[in-house]
């Protein structure tokens, strides 16, 4: 089985004695565009900075297509990327020219590729201008044309859609999601979460320099969601059908999974068999804005707590804290996608 395009592990970064990252343990597959999520200051440029090779670690691994790149920075030459936003280019030289520049820094590329790139991030009219009369928005999309000239294996982009207008922002979004489709590794830090669903595999969501939850949108994407009389009896009815893979309860609604998306059709009358009154059918649209703030709070107030746990109800839903909570059981902190 081929090695993971990024993978770290144990991954901690102290600055003065203070962690900035701590036990950072994660893998981005090629193919996937994995999206870092988390406050100002949760730690997202740092695991950047590291996993480019452009810090060391405290403590912990990163490996890049199975090697280490502090030990064998040569593995770098499979990366592109773009760490500092806005990306630095020369002012008095032309669109073109900077990624000459780069070109040649990367071994050389044919002036064939930097005319695709730049056609590539609809910077063809703008080419020649010098760069210095760039807007912000023109020179991030610079800088996500530098990262593709070298058809990288892995990308790695901090903040790529800082300062872009809506139609820059979707270009990028869907450059990114065509490099994944060939093959290509990417991973981002960014403040976009309504955005991220559309185009990203996986989240990862950072609070004080820690992983506390996975996403794994495409499963996420693959939910429907139906809203009934009695979720339980709907529950049971589905659950024992061989053509649906996962149920759950979540409110008034039952949240699945089905082995073939065709399998759709088969639903209604599964739970009107049952004798449950079916009121709504549909895609199960994941809120991600909603369940990323969630997920903060909850760990923000295991810390509040004081005795380093969250709370579960009979649910499953992550709740604060409270000893006049009933129904609710003390867990440790899960590093795992959280309820439906």
């Not at 820059?168 to 991220?196: I, K, M, P, Q, Y």
Request: net charge neutral; charged share 25%.
């Amino acid at each position: 089985m081929p090695a993971p395009a990024i993978e770290t592990t144990n991954l901690t970064k102290r600055y003065g004695g203070r962690p900035v990252v701590q036990d950072f343990t994660f893998s981005v597959e090629p193919g996937q565009v994995y999206a870092l999520v988390g406050p100002n200051g949760a730690g997202k440029t740092t695991v950047i900075r590291l996993v480019a090779g452009l810090a060391f670690p405290t403590s912990g691994t990163v490996r890049m297509l199975g090697t280490n790149p502090h030990e064998h920075p040569e593995i770098r030459r499979k990366l592109g990327a773009v760490v500092e936003a806005p990306a630095a280019f020369y002012p008095y030289l032309s669109g073109r020219a900077n990624l000459r520049l780069h070109g040649r820094l990367a071994g050389g590329v044919p002036e064939s590729r930097i005319g695709e790139v730049l056609q590539q991030m609809e910077l063809g009219a703008a080419a020649d201008r010098k760069v210095g009369i760039y807007s912000l928005g023109m020179r991030q999309r610079l800088g996500v044309a530098a990262a593709l000239l070298t058809r990288p294996e892995i990308l790695i982009l901090d903040e790529p859609a800082s300062g872009m207008d809506p139609l820059s922002l979707h270009l990028v979004h869907g450059v990114l999601r065509d490099a994944a489709r060939g093959g290509t590794a990417v991973l981002l830090s960014t403040h976009h979460l309504d955005e991220v669903v559309a185009y990203c595999s996986h989240v990862g969501i950072l609070e004080e320099g820690m992983l506390i939850d996975e996403v794994d949108l495409g499963e996420r994407r693959a939910r429907f969601r139906a809203t009934v009389s009695d979720v339980h009896a709907a529950r049971i009815a589905l659950e024992t059908q061989p053509w649906v893979r996962e149920v759950a309860v979540r409110g008034r609604d039952v949240v699945f999974t089905l082995v073939d998306e065709a399998a759709i059709l088969r639903v209604a009358a599964t739970i009107v068999d049952a004798g449950v009154s079916l009121r709504e059918l549909g895609s199960d649209i994941f809120d991600l804005r909603s369940y990323y703030r969630e997920r903060v709070e909850a760990q923000r107030a295991s810390r509040t707590a004081g005795d380093g746990s969250l709370r579960i109800g009979r649910d499953g839903s992550y709740v604060p804290h409270r000893t006049d909570e009933p129904d609710a059981v003390p867990v440790a902190a899960p590093r795992r996608e959280g309820p439906a």
